[in-house]
């Protein structure tokens, strides 16, 4: 009740005055707030003040530099008082409830007054708001260099393998032909569109909602733009309100950390898959594996499940940061719970890409294995269909008819000449016969070209496929593309430490 005594077992400490700012409907609220309170909701705000603490020290500097208003003489003390705890490791007391309400406290007893001035035509909320954005832009940064790494281990290992074949496979069985050089940059596509999400995401992170004021702005001037370059904030948050309640921006990067995870996830799969005794087409660095405690002859490949298990709690965060997102507008709940939550995302999503990157740097293909698994599958069955098409004019449905009905002869092992990988000649004649009326009457060379996986493999010239001119052209357009996203994540880097270096010195005497 308004105007009640102060009850320190339910509050502040005995004596001392309630929180600044604890306000309720009716008004200034005289007790302090219930241990129950305390426990479930500053505590939880207070867990993230070693990830919010070094912005608010940044985004307290740029307030009082830009908010002219202030008497020289309060804002000599403060800026002084500011630096001063810039690195200073203060007590947390979740009595007094958020980071922000902490370091008023903190400020007030050294400067008195002087620290009124940091709320003027500032909520709480604009303060904690650039401290969460400087905290994660650096964590997206850190993020896109882990998918740049992951893209270029890719990369290389394909350009070391562009010429070995190997089976690709669909649904677990065997398909068509391929290279691992191609199957490898099946996974460097997706990392280099997260990539364009995750430089996507900074853009929109990396803008200032300072000088938003309450919802609309304030009647204290302040410089939006200036405050903006005194962060290293790449533009601002236009609309006030949207500035102070944004949410989309941070579901979005959650949910682009959880896909760039699973891109790693699926490759992981395939390693997982591919390297077991029963493929035995590819093999990773011991470094990434774990001996069984019990079997001497397993070698586990833990890294793999690792990368697995992370995607998969990356998706239940994802899903968790869109629940809380889900609130009516202008309330503070769904930070509460975002902070931690996006910012340990994005950390765990890096954590992952490097994992992967040296799975793939690690990564060796056993050619010898993949040329025997390819000739030892019906894996050249529809390039034998599609020879036959071209070189007879029958369509191409009726030869497939007739590959696959000499197929399955092949792997009758009771039939005559069954057991086999794929037909002879007399055997595919024999199909002929029974499905268009006619032996094939080719050059039994047509037939043995279209069986030889490399010369199959040759033939995909198409934009993107796995010959040689194609392979060559895509792998030149991954490395320019890592190239460049590595660049632009150094020039970021250097930009943002510029600009917060500059502030501190600013506000040196």
């Given amino acids: 009740m308004t105007g009640a005594p102060d009850d320190s077992s339910r509050g502040a400490p005995e004596g001392s005055a309630p929180p600044p700012g604890y306000l309720g409907a009716g008004g200034p609220i005289h007790r302090g707030p219930a241990p129950e309170l305390v426990e479930a909701g500053y505590a939880l705000e207070l867990a993230d003040a070693p990830l919010l603490s070094r912005g608010l020290g940044l985004a307290d500097l740029a307030h009082v530099i830009a908010l002219d208003v202030i008497p020289d003489a309060d804002r000599r003390a403060l800026l002084a008082a500011l630096l001063d705890l810039f690195d200073e490791e203060i007590a947390l007391d979740a009595r007094y409830g958020d980071l922000v309400n902490v370091r008023e406290r903190v400020l007030e007893e050294r400067v008195g007054t002087a620290a009124g001035w940091l709320h003027a035509g500032r909520p709480r909320r604009e ?65 280099l569109r997260d990539l364009d999400r995750l430089r996507h995401d ?107 298990g992370g995607a998969g709690t990356l998706i239940g965060r994802a899903t968790g940061v869109l629940a809380t997102q ?89 039939a005559a000449g069954g057991g086999e990988a794929l037909p002879d000649f007399g055997a595919l004649d024999a199909a002929a016969r029974e499905i268009a009326g006619r032996p094939l009457g080719l050059d039994p060379a047509v037939i043995a070209d279209a069986l030889e996986p490399a010369a199959a493999i040759a033939t995909r010239t198409v934009p993107g496929g796995a010959a040689p001119e194609p392979m060559d052209a895509m792998l030149a357009g991954c490395r320019d593309a890592v190239a460049r996203a590595r660049a632009w994540v150094q020039r970021e880097r250097v930009a943002i430490e510029q600009a917060e270096g500059d502030l501190v010195a600013l506000a040196l005497p």
């Fill in 127 to 191: 303060a904690g708001r650039i401290a969460f954005r400087i905290a994660l832009r650096s964590r997206v940064l850190g993020l896109a260099a882990a998918v740049a790494r992951f893209a270029a281990a890719l990369t290389e290992a394909a350009a070391r393998e562009r010429d070995t074949p190997m089976p690709e496979y669909t649904y677990l069985q065997v398909a068509q032909p391929t290279t691992a050089a191609h199957w490898l940059l099946s996974f460097a596509y997706p990392a």
């Fill in 326 to 414: 889900r609130t009516p507008s202008g309330r503070t709940d769904n930070l509460l719970y975002a902070y931690g939550e996006v910012a340990g995302a994005v950390e765990l999503a890096a954590r992952l890409l490097r994992l992967a990157a040296a799975v793939a740097e690690s990564l060796t293909i056993d050619a010898a294995r993949c040329e025997r698994a390819l000739r030892e599958s019906p894996a050249m069955a529809a390039d034998l269909a599609e020879a036959i098409s071209l070189a007879t004019g029958l369509d191409y449905r009726s030869a497939y008819r007739i590959v696959g009905r000499a197929v399955s002869a092949a792997h009758d092992p009771s």
């Fill in 202 to 308: 900074f853009a929109q992170v990396n803008r200032s909602p300072g000088g938003a004021g309450g919802v609309n702005g304030s009647r204290f001037e302040l410089d939006r733009e200036r405050i903006a370059a005194l962060l290293g904030f790449g533009g601002l948050v236009h609309h006030a309100r949207d500035a102070n309640w944004q949410t989309d921006v941070f579901a979005d990067l959650t949910s682009h950390a959880a896909i760039a995870a699973i891109g790693a996830s699926r490759f992981a799969e395939d390693v997982e898959l591919y390297g077991s005794a029963e493929f035995g087409l590819m093999r990773i660095g011991d470094e990434l594996c774990r001996a069984s405690a019990l079997m001497p002859q397993k070698r586990n490949p833990y890294a793999l499940v690792v990368l697995r």
